[in-house]
């Protein structure tokens, strides 16, 4: 009793985790899985919304997408359903500026919030981003 076990290493297995070493944190793991989550829906989606359901404006951006766009279904996420929601939030934050939703990308560009998008409408732009080949807008 007492005695300290000694490291009997057995070979093929990793060495427990050692808080001083230089691995991401479980944070910065998640940060960036929070990150990927985000890149990703843009890049694979032509209209990306990120919403919350109890939001008007969120509403309003949905309907005009919905009713003008309806051949291009948006990728909608809830960001107060989800767990993920305030990381999300605070990612496009960083990523636009922008810490309100909607959050809006259409092939691949920051378009901004509901007003934004209305504004787009009215003025044609919207029609024109919508209808570019997306494969066009990416990087
Ligand atoms: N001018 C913005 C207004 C958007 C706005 O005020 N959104 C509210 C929710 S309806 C918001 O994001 N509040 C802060 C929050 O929910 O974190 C737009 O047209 O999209």
Known sequence: MGAIPS???TAGLSQVTDPSSSNPSSRQMAQQSIKELVESAIAENKIT?????WCGYS?????????NYPEYPAKVFELDL???????QSYLQ???GQGTVPN???NQQ???GSSDLTALQNSGGLKKLVEQDS???KL
């Open 7 to 9: 490291s009997s290493s």
């Open 49 to 53: 919304i990120f919403s919350k359901s």
């Open 59 to 67: 509403a309003r951006a949905k309907k005009l997408v919905a009713s």
């Open 82 to 88: 989800i767990e993920e929601g305030p990381d999300i």
């Open 94 to 96: 960083s990523k636009t």
């Open 104 to 106: 809006i990308f259409i």
């Open 110 to 112: 920051h378009v901004g």
């Open 135 to 137: 494969q066009s807008t």
